[in-house]
């Protein structure tokens, strides 16, 4: 390849949508990873529920757009991105959270999303093998469900169509402006460069104070052999949000997905401060059991794997999307954490219209990378 | 769950496991042998209709007349450490805390994908041998048993035995090579005897060296194969096609526990410990190499995990003797690398998942192509396409997760609950 005119670091499903984005604008993209191969980090253990959600407008209004984009491109995608328009329904274990299910969908309404509350025989009838003391819940028609490690494949492919490249085996330890130092110790140089390597990103940066910014919550995820699924939509509970949310150093909570290969994902754990891959048995224990409380089915469903995967938190549960300051041309697109697969597309088409040096389809303020620094909840 | 604690826990009751145990427990110690076949003997010494083989016999009655507290039926899921491992017994969960460890886990069979590999009649040499041991009725049959190994001439006997009609026996190796063998078979005496009855057992079927079935035809099942020879190609009428081509050593507990591996084997020292505290293997994990060298190393761990290190190191004469003899078998056997080079585009490699060659040659890193076309995903977990993905395009080993086996959410919930974690809060 000639000189590009971008250098993406990372392979993951945001570095693919950032590739993707900036290939159709006629830029010539090199693509590096680490890795012998792409989308093995967080894209690989994620769970793919392109989703929406509410915990900030500038959350919701990125998850909004991005799950838009999905809708748009799902034409295009091959069998194994496994697309399933099955919907979301969030169960309600009591009244406190029958509450929270009205004032989401109230939220929902206010900006064009179909949502609707359900009570417990409605609940019963879209979902009849959920636990019978649940109280109710919130359907969301319009969340689907993919694939990440195909979806981001085929990004990939994309951008190659379009003259890109993807080099494998390259691990980048600095990124600056206008260039790349790999680990080799060589150069690549770009006008454009865009960091998106995960969890790891903001370590690239020269400036250590940055680091922090981003750090590793590792989660867990169990799959079922194939066989008849227990549900039709992608369950969870809406007490999920509080524990996706909340301040505990690890949580764990009822989130479970129908596979179209008639496997059944189990989800999910929130960790702070574990850095290993390893399965940790507490953690899985205590997500196995609330989803058997509330899916009592899956007690007799068989296991076949488990593992673990980091999602990339920031202290106020915002991506970093954008320029870095003070180094031209250098972008960064990081900080996704439990959201990378959704809000990935509507990332890429953010860095895309920054490169052109136009503004965003929505306002790109709150994803800045110097944005004020929030207080961590947890240590 | 049930909690029992022992001395030295063995995994796998075939020759290595059986000999670890009957050792262990005839120097002192309190011993539990572990094994998921509700019948001990492991593949080679299991009872089926008939009585088990001569050279087990003593074994087997050391056993019976032992200590051993023998768990059939019963596999490991789970573990933590070497030192506490976790059952799925017929009746229930249970752990044992036990002081020491021996795997004995032996083998499982290479299959390397062929056009029409995956045709109904078409099976592994050992497990066709198994169905025919079962009671499976295989008189008249037409059997075509190809592949490569010793292995293929003790199931072409039993099966011609059984009465079935062997119209060729396939290896892949040149007759060269084992020719080669017939000096060091002449200082192993039991060994020469046992393969000249074999051979004897099977006369008049037809031979075939330096050849391979290149493909297996039928509609509905197989009917024929052709087998490429030296000389040309020939295509042969049959039912069944037995076919195998050596053992790969089933070495996924053994990474559970995080013990190191060189190639495929388990890393043993002289007395056949691991490089994991409390951790010793014995048998074809540590290597193939058949019932002796399976002996001599098991009845070494079972001692040096008794703590009776002397009479184990006394032992090591013996096993280094039967180790020479099964590494030039091994040699004598070698894969010739044009067998990687039988299956097609539109072979299948990934049975669980339906996965072609063709779709996985785009990738050249194990883990890239299972995530992006699920090969090795499967309820197998990557037990089949794995070793022929080894064989046919040097990938990686995949990484080993729990659990061991397929289980019920509920008992692995219950598994993993008994379990300590560091990050508990
Ligand atoms: C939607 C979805 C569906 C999936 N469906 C299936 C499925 O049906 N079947 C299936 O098998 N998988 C499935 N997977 C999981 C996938 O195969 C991988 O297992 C997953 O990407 C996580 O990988 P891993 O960590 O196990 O990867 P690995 O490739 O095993 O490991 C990644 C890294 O973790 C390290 N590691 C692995 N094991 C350990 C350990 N025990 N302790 C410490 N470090 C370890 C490795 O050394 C490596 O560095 C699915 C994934 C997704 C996203
Ligand atoms: C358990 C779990 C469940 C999840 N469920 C969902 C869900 O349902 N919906 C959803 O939207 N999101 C979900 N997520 C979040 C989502 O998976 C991530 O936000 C997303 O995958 C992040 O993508 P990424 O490209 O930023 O990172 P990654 O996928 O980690 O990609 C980063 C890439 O950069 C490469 N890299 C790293 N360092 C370097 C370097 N120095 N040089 C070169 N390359 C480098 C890595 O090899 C990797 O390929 C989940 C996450 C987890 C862990």
């Known amino acids: 390849m000639k000189t590009p005119d971008a250098i993406v670091v990372g392979a993951g499903i945001v570095g693919a949508a950032c590739a993707r984005a900036l290939a159709r604008d006629d830029r010539r993209v090199l693509v590096l990873d680490a890795a012998p191969g792409t989308a093995g980090g967080a894209t690989a253990a994620g769970m793919g529920h392109i989703i929406i959600t509410d915990d900030s407008e500038a959350q919701f209004e990125l998850c909004h757009r991005s799950q838009q984009l999905w809708d748009e491109l799902a034409p295009e995608f091959p069998v194994g991105v496994q697309r399933d328009e099955c919907g979301c329904v969030w169960v309600a274990v009591d009244d406190e959270d029958l509450e929270a299910a009205q004032q989401k969908r109230d939220y929902y309404a206010a900006r064009g999303i179909r949502a609707e509350v359900l009570d417990q025989r409605q609940l019963r009838e879209a979902e009849p093998a959920l636990a019978h003391e649940l109280v109710g819940g919130l359907r969301v028609p319009g969340d689907t469900v993919v694939y990440p490690p195909a979806a981001a494949e085929w990004l990939l492919a994309e951008t190659e169509r379009r003259d890109g490249q993807i080099r494998r085996n390259a691990e980048v330890v600095a990124v600056a402006s206008g260039a790349v130092t790999l680990a080799d110790g060589s150069a690549l140089s770009a006008p454009i460069i865009v960091n998106a390597a995960g969890d790891r990103a903001l370590h690239l940066l020269p400036d250590p104070r940055l680091h922090d910014l981003v750090r590793p919550r590792k989660g867990h995820l169990a799959i079922t052999e194939r066989g008849r699924p227990l549900i039709r939509h992608q369950v969870a509970e809406l007490g999920y949000f509080r524990s996706a949310h909340g301040a505990n150093q690890s949580s764990v909570a009822f989130n479970v997905q129908p596979r179209t290969t008639g496997q059944t994902l189990i989800g999910s754990s929130r960790q702070f401060g574990a850095t290993h891959r390893a399965v940790d048995h507490g953690i899985l224990a205590r997500m196995l059991e609330r989803a058997m409380e509330l899916l009592p089915g899956l007690a007799d469903l068989r296991v076949i794997r488990t593992w673990t995967g980091f999602r990339a938190a920031t202290a106020d549960k915002l991506p970093y999307i954008g320029p870095v300051p003070g180094h031209e041309g250098l972008f960064v697109a990081t900080g996704h954490e439990g959201l990378g697969i959704t809000t990935s597309l509507g990332t890429g088409g953010i860095i895309a219209a920054q490169v052109r040096g136009e503004t965003p389809f929505i306002d790109a303020a709150p994803y800045r990378l110097d944005r004020p620094v929030a207080e961590w909840s947890v240590a | ?425």
């Open chain 2, 1 to 425: 769950m049930l909690e029992l604690r022992t001395d030295v826990t063995v995994v796998g009751a075939g020759p290595a496991g059986v000999a670890a145990a009957v050792e262990a427990s005839e120097s002192g110690a309190r011993v539990v042998l572990v094994d998921d076949n509700p019948k001990s003997g492991g593949q080679i010494w299991r009872q089926g209709t008939g009585q088990p083989p001569a050279g087990a016999q003593p074994w087997l009655r050391r056993l019976a007349s032992s200590t051993v507290e023998h768990l059939s039926g019963t596999a490991v899921v789970d573990v933590e450490g070497a030192r506490s491992l976790f059952l799925r017994r017929p009746d229930g969960l249970a752990r044992v805390h036990t002081g020491a460890t021996v795997l004995a886990t032996g083998s499982r069979e290479r299959f390397l994908p062929f056009p029409g590999w995956t045709l109904p009649g078409v099976m592994g040499a050992g497990g066709a041998q198994a169905l025919a041991k079962s009671g499976w009725p295989v008189r008249g049959t037409r059997i075509v048993v190809a592949g490569s190994g010793p292995l293929l001439l003790a199931v072409a006997h039993y099966l011609k035995g059984a009465g079935a009609q062997v119209t060729a026996l396939v290896e892949q190796a040149p007759l060269g090579s084992l020719i080669g063998m017939a000096p060091r078979l002449m200082r192993h005496p039991r060994k020469l005897k046992q393969a000249m009855s074999l051979a004897a057992g099977i006369r008049g079927v037809r031979r075939l060296y330096s050849s391979w079935v290149e493909a297996a035809q039928g509609e509905d099942a197989v009917s024929s194969v052709t087998v490429r020879t030296p000389g040309g190609r020939h295509q042969i009428e049959c039912e069944l096609v037995a076919c195998g081509f050596g053992l790969v050593p089933e070495t996924r507990l053994a990474r559970l526990c995080n013990a190191a591996l060189a190639e495929e084997n388990v890393q043993v020292d002289s007395l056949q410990r691991t490089d994991v505290e409390g951790l010793f293997a014995a048998g074809e994990i540590t290597g193939v190499g058949g019932v002796d060298v399976a002996l001599a190393e098991g009845r070494i761990a079972g001692l040096a995990a008794a703590g009776d290190v002397d009479a184990a190191r006394a032992l090591s004469r013996v096993r280094d003797r039967e180790q020479r003899f099964a590494a030039a078998l091994e040699a004598a056997f070698e894969l010739s690398p044009e067998l990687g080079a039988l299956a097609t585009d539109a072979t299948v490699v990934c049975r669980c998942e339906d996965v072609t060659l063709g779709e996985l040659r785009a990738y050249e890193d194990a883990r890239d192509a299972k995530l992006k076309t699920r090969c090795g995903m499967g309820a197998c977990q990557a037990r089949m396409c794995g070793p022929a993905m080894r064989f046919i395009g040097g990938w990686k080993q995949d990484s080993i997760r729990p659990p061991l086996f397929p289980i019920e959410t509920a008992a692995l919930a219950e598994i993993s609950a008994a379990q300590t974690s560091e990050a508990m809060q």
